[in-house]
């Protein structure tokens, strides 16, 4: 039987105005989840609503402007504590939206490596991610569950974990 919880919008519907208190958080079981049929989202979701500052598209891990709580932009290789969460769709520059924060989503490579899958996954700039090295711990976003096609910016899939 369909899962069915009160919520006015969809995680996917993106805002010209802040319908929500920034930072809000929705979790949603993997059958929610499957209902929407978001390409490369999968299994239980934790969402985050975020403020955009420069525009991010699918895949890229978005971190915390300066100065600021929840409002972002896409990622340098910084600790995953300034991160936010990832697009999961495109956002535009002074757009309000959700990002995934924990759970199976897609994020963007940093590289043409094609070396994602089962390895751990750092902040790596531009928004993207690669493999993790010894040095970047502090970074770590994700576990890649495949491998980017040999593009840097291709997105494939992985485990998203930020805090």
Known sequence: MPITRAFPDEVTK???????????????EAEEVSQLGITGVAGPCTWRYVAI??????????ARDTGETYTGTEAGAVGAVACLGAAQWN????????????????????DTGG??????????????????????EHQVVGFGLANAATTA???FQAYISIP
């Open 14 to 28: 993106v805002d010209d105005a802040a319908v929500y208190d920034l930072g809000t958080e929705w979790s949603m």
């Open 53 to 62: 500052s420069t525009a991010v598209v699918v895949g890229e891990v978005v």
């Open 91 to 110: 956002i535009g520059t002074g757009k309000y939206g959700w990002v995934l924060r924990n759970g199976v989503g897609l994020l963007a490579a940093a």
């Open 115 to 136: 070396d994602q899958e089962d390895a751990v996954l750092a902040t790596a700039g531009s928004g993207r991610v690669d493999v993790m090295d010894a040095t970047e």
């Open 153 to 155: 910016g291709a997105t």
